[in-house]
Structure formats: structure tokens, C-alpha cells
């Protein structure tokens, strides 16, 4: 049966058995992983993941790593991973780092103009890479002002773009760098194929940047609430920092990474693989489940990181993905108890 506007009712998710685990797993080509809540917690692997990993590679399966974090490089993540104990190569690592440079990069930001980074070396080193010059991150964190009379604040006006994404070292120095729009946007979900349709006035600059900096773009890097920053507790995720940027901008942002779409055109480039030969695991609904919802992949969310069950089957929650399971060796696990 299908709604009045076309679309199928959300049906209820359901638990992973070994029959439709080995089902999913014949079906997918790439399997997607989110890193914090599904990989590991901050700096500690979470239990039987590399002999999860090992399995599905040695069914040939192509394994991508997606995630939100924007702190690290995808150099920086490929060490991570290899600190763990994971041999995962910098190719199959999107970082919403990366994509927040490459979004610049297809807009043809000017290479004349800077870029503000509130947030850190992740977004520095990405950034860099892509050819940009940078203000901001880490450094800014250690600078204070004196609020005084007289007092009159300076910032750089050749800054054409703020990047807003997790920053451990955010202060009122960094927000103040931020200009003022005199409008307000619902937020913009990224999609490649609109990039050449927006205008070079649509976003503008953290308060200073973005208020006085005419064109001056605002661009998040993600707009996680919350995220596992070490093993044992979540910590304030990028949203609460976009959240202050847009607060005292009166403008809200382009978000490059998940849910937003603009991710996927990287991975359909780079593998040639079609979205329902792929599946998205992660452990938000917000953004991983929705992310592969949003693309068509097939959809696992994993429940060792931030989305508990009941936090799935509440009655208000609209996001179902198509199985859930415990965690990855969990669903790798029943896939092999399965007879072919």
C-alpha cells in the first residue's frame, strides 16, 4: 500500500536473523561504515570488529569508511586505523573534512579568497590539500579578547568561506570572526547536482566574516548533536558549534556531510557501484540511516553507539532503517551461521 504522495509507509524495522543477514550480505557489493559508535569509541576499538572487517573482505566485499567527524584528515584517519590494528587505506576513507574541501573545490571557490575553519586540523589539513589558504582552527583557540570600550574587533576581509565542523578549542574570539546576513535560511542539505544552480551570494562568513564579508559562504561540516568522543560518555558533537555560528549570524548553513548527498557522487565516482548494491551501517538514524535512505543503499543500523533500541522503536521515531543488529560482528557473525 502506498501514501497519498507516492511514497511507501515506513515499515517496522526489523532485527537481523541469520537468513536475511547472509541475504544482505550476498545482495551488497560495498559495505559503508560510519567510524565512531560502529568502528570504535574515541580511541578504543570496539570488540571483533577487524575479524568483522576480514570477513566481508574475504568475500570480496568493498568496505568505505563515512564519517561525520571532521577533527581528522583522511591521512590522520588512515594512521587511526592503522593504530588499531585495521588496514584501511586513505582511498577508502570520506571524511566530511574531505568534503567540505571538495564542495569549495567544485564551487570554484576563487584561490584569491580564505577560508575561516572554526574547528580543527582535519579541516586545516583537507582544506590545504585541496589547494585553499586557511585562518582558524586550533590556533585561534588559544587567542582572547577584552571586552572594553573602544574595543573594536578586526578580521580578515578577504575571507570568502567559514567552515564549521567539531572544535574542541571553540571561544567567543572564533564566533566573532563570524559576519552578519540579514536573513534567515532553513538549512541547506548538499546536493552536487544543485551546486551549479546556486548563486555566489547565497551563503556568507563565523559572525565577523559572515556578516560584513559580502558572499562570504557558511559551510558545515556536519550537524551531529552528539558523538562518542572517548569510550565511555557522548560529548557535544559539530552541531552545537553550527548551532553558535548560526546563532549569532541570523543564518543557518550548507551541510556537506551525512545526510546530505553530496558524499555519495564521490563514492559512485570512485567505485562504479549502484546505491542498491550498497549498504549504509551506522548507529544514528539522523544521519547514517538517513544518509543511505537518502541515496537508495540498503540500510543497517548497528546499536553499539549512539541509537538505542527503544530509541528506534519509539513511536515518534520516522526513521526505520531496513535491519538492525547489536553491532558489526553481530551482523557478520549470524551472515556466517547461515547456509549457503
Not at 558523538?227 to 560529548?235: A, I, V
Amino acid at each position: 500500500m502506498s501514501m497519498a504522495n507516492g511514497t511507501k509507509p515506513p515499515s517496522s524495522p526489523q532485527p537481523l536473523t541469520p537468513e536475511t543477514a547472509r541475504s544482505l550480505v550476498d545482495s551488497v557489493e560495498a559495505f559503508l561504515f560510519d567510524c565512531d559508535g560502529v568502528i570504535w569509541k574515541g580511541d578504543k576499538l570496539i570488540e571483533g570488529v577487524p575479524l568483522a572487517l576480514q570477513a566481508l573482505r574475504s568475500l570480496g566485499k568493498k568496505l568505505v569508511f563515512v564519517t561525520n567527524n571532521s577533527r581528522k584528515s583522511r591521512k590522520q584517519y588512515a594512521k587511526k586505523f592503522a593504530s588499531l590494528g585495521l588496514d584501511v587505506s586513505e582511498e577508502e576513507i570520506f571524511s566530511s573534512s574531505f568534503a567540505a574541501a571538495m564542495f569549495l573545490k567544485q564551487r570554484n571557490f576563487p584561490k584569491e579568497k580564505k577560508v575561516y575553519a572554526v574547528g580543527e586540523e582535519g579541516i586545516l589539513e583537507e582544506l590545504t590539500l585541496a589547494g585553499f589558504s586557511c585562518l582558524g582552527g586550533p590556533e585561534d583557540g588559544k587567542k582572547e579578547i577584552e571586552l572594553k570600550n573602544n574595543f573594536w574587533f578586526e578580521h580578515d576581509k578577504s575571507v570568502g568561506a567559514v567552515v564549521v565542523g567539531l572544535d574542541q578549542y571553540i571561544n567567543y574570539y572564533k564566533l566573532q570572526q563570524i559576519p552578519k546576513v540579514g536573513f534567515l535560511r532553513k538549512v541547506t542539505l548538499c546536493n552536487s547536482n544543485e551546486i551549479s544552480s546556486q548563486k555566489d551570494n547565497s551563503d556568507r562568513y563565523a559572525t565577523l566574516c559572515i556578516r560584513e564579508n559580502p558572499g562570504c559562504l557558511f559551510i558545515a561540516t556536519n550537524r551531529d548533536a552528539v558523538g562518542h568522543m572517548t569510550d565511555l560518555q557522548e560529548w557535544p558533537g559539530a552541531g552545537c558549534m553550527v548551532g553558535a555560528v548560526a546563532g549569532s549570524t541570523g543564518k543557518e548553513p550548507t551541510v556537506v556531510g551525512k545526510p546530505s548527498t553530496f558524499l555519495m557522487d564521490f563514492l559512485l565516482e570512485r567505485f562504479q557501484i549502484e546505491t542498491s548494491r550498497m549498504c549504509m551501517v551506522g548507529d544514528r538514524l539522523d544521519t547514517d540511516i538517513l544518509f543511505g535512505q537518502n541515496a537508495g543503499c540498503k540500510t543497517l543500523l548497528v546499536l553499539s553507539g549512539v541509537t538505542s533500541l527503544s530509541d528506534l522503536q519509539h513511536p515518534t521515531n520516522e526513521i526505520h532503517p531496513d535491519y538492525y543488529a547489536s553491532n558489526v560482528v553481530d551482523f557478520v557473525e549470524l551472515s556466517r551461521t547461515c547456509p549457503l
